[in-house]
Structure formats: C-alpha cells, structure tokens
C-alpha cells in the first residue's frame, strides 16, 4: 500500500539552528513529491514540489528539499530557522496519473528564542 | 494565485443539524477535496470530485454527503451532525491538466458540534 511516513511528530529547535524534517514514501515507483506548511488556524501552504530532475529542490521561504531514491526520501531542510517558521509540516505524495496524494501525519515544529 | 475560500472561518451548529460547508475557488480547476484533519490523525480525505455533478467517496464518508453543482463551488454536506464531527475542515483544488500539479487549501473551517 502506498503510504508516507512523518517519524517525528515534534521537533524542537533554537531560532538560528539548522532544521531537518524528515520524510519517507512507499510507492512502487517514484512517485511526486510535495512539501506543505500550515501556521496555526490556516490552511495548508506549498513550499516546495519534486517531479524528476535535480534531486536538491528550492522552495519559499528559504526551505530546500533533497530527493533520495535510495532512501525513499525526502527531507525537507533549512539552514537558519526563524521563530516564524513556527507550524506544522507536512509532507505528501502522489502516484502518476492519480489526484489524490497521500499526506503524513505531520510534524510540528516548535522554535525556541 | 489560486484562490480557495471557505465561507467561515468559524462555525457552532447543534446535534442533529444539517450544516452546510462551501468552498469556491476562482482558477477553474476539475478537481476539489474536502478532508477533515484532526491531532493525530493529519489529513483524511472525506470526498473528492473531478468534475461537475461526479463524486468519489474518500476513506471517511460516513456522516457527509457533497455537492457540486457548478465547478467552481464544492459543498460538503452533515446530514445530521454529531459530536465526533467537531473538527478542521480543509477544502482543497487541483488541475487536471497535469497531475504534477499540486492541491491549493483554504484557510480551513473550524466546525463545533454541541
């Protein structure tokens, strides 16, 4: 079954530290790759998409991504965080040819000043 | 930019109410998603459209029907609501055009059941 999965449901970091979200998928083939935010009381934001190509991809917000196949993986990364960047992340997945993406269950980050 | 908007930010209906959600979006997409999202549990998907009139059951439709008259509005539908359908409400749209196109979210609706 396809499936993805968030392993850490909250992380904790210092404002100005370096930030690794961490993402895996299961799916028989590679399938796309996206990458959301949602502050409190909002919706869900795209920071950043992979389809094929370079496997390091650029977002907003100062976000990056780094695409593993050999992994299934898809970390999201950001070498400063801002008290900011405060929210929940989630990471998603979609088949070729299908709508529908499969979400993680999210990880909350907290920032501490 | 996309556009999706939910009609409340904010809602308190009581047990036993029919509650009607709407959700519009302005970029003419096929498709529409109403998920519901609770701590925990992340984002589960209650019913998916891909064109006027079509719906598609999600993985929780019990308790929802929806509607979809026009493409540009997408109504999710508590026929007679209940205390475990207190939760965040996500409505979301995509194109068809590409399927490498990602969803866009409204800013969700955060529904009260009394």
């Known amino acids: 079954a396809q499936s993805v999965t968030q392993p850490d449901i909250h992380i904790t970091v210092s404002e100005g530290a370096s930030l690794e979200l961490r993402c895996n998928y299961s799916?028989?083939?590679?399938?796309?790759l996206f990458w959301y935010v949602q502050s409190p009381g909002q919706g869900l934001q795209l920071l950043l998409k992979y389809f094929s190509g370079d496997t390091l991809v650029q977002g907003i917000k100062g976000f990056e991504a780094e695409f593993k196949r050999s992994q299934s993986s898809f970390n999201l990364r950001k070498p400063s965080v801002h008290w900011s960047d405060a929210a929940e992340y989630f990471c998603a997945a979609r088949a070729g040819g299908s709508y529908i993406p499969t979400f993680g269950r999210g990880t909350s980050l907290i920032v501490h000043p | 930019d996309v556009k999706v908007t939910q009609s409340s930010r904010y809602l308190v209906k009581r047990t036993g109410e029919k509650v009607f959600l709407e959700c519009v979006q302005d970029?003419?997409?096929?498709?529409m998603f109403w998920y519901r999202q609770d701590p925990g549990l992340g984002l589960r998907l209650i019913y998916f459209s891909y064109d006027v009139k079509m719906k598609e059951k999600g993985d929780i439709p019990e308790g929802y029907s929806v509607s979809r008259e026009k493409k540009e509005r997408f109504s999710l539908i508590l026929e007679s609501a209940s205390t475990n359908q207190t939760s965040m409400y996500l409505c979301?749209?995509?194109?068809?055009?590409?399927?490498?196109?990602?969803?866009?979210f409204g800013d969700g609706t955060r529904l009260s059941i009394l």
């Open positions: 979301a749209s995509s194109s068809s055009g590409r399927t490498n196109q990602p969803q866009h």
């Open positions: 799916y028989g083939a590679t399938p796309y």
């Open positions: 970029m003419d997409h096929e498709n």
